[in-house]
């Protein structure tokens, strides 16, 4: 389970804390690549429908907050929010 999230480094990367005391670190650039929003991916088999060419070169996070057992992002200058499942993230940690 997710307890905190703490946006650093003017926004590029973004420090979470866990129910068992593990922090881990995420890139924002890393995040919006590998998004899961049917802009991003395919909901049908998860190809995915961008490049990291599409994706800003100045991509951060200019907010997040934890819903619902999930980690959510919006990303600037896109103004694109997506929602990361916290399994998700562990398991991509």
Do not use: Y
């Amino acid at each position: 389970m997710l307890t905190h999230a703490l946006v650093g480094d003017e926004g590029r990367t973004i420090e979470l804390g866990w129910a068992d005391g593990r922090r881990t670190r995420f890139h924002a650039i890393w995040l919006r690549d590998n998004a899961l929003d049917d802009k991003t991916r395919s909901a049908g088999n998860g190809q995915r429908l961008v490049t990291i060419l599409d994706i800003p070169a100045g991509t951060r996070i200019g907010a997040a907050s934890i819903k619902a057992g999930a980690l959510e992002i919006s990303f600037e200058p896109e103004g694109k929010t997506v929602s990361f499942p916290a399994q998700w993230l562990r398991a991509n940690a």
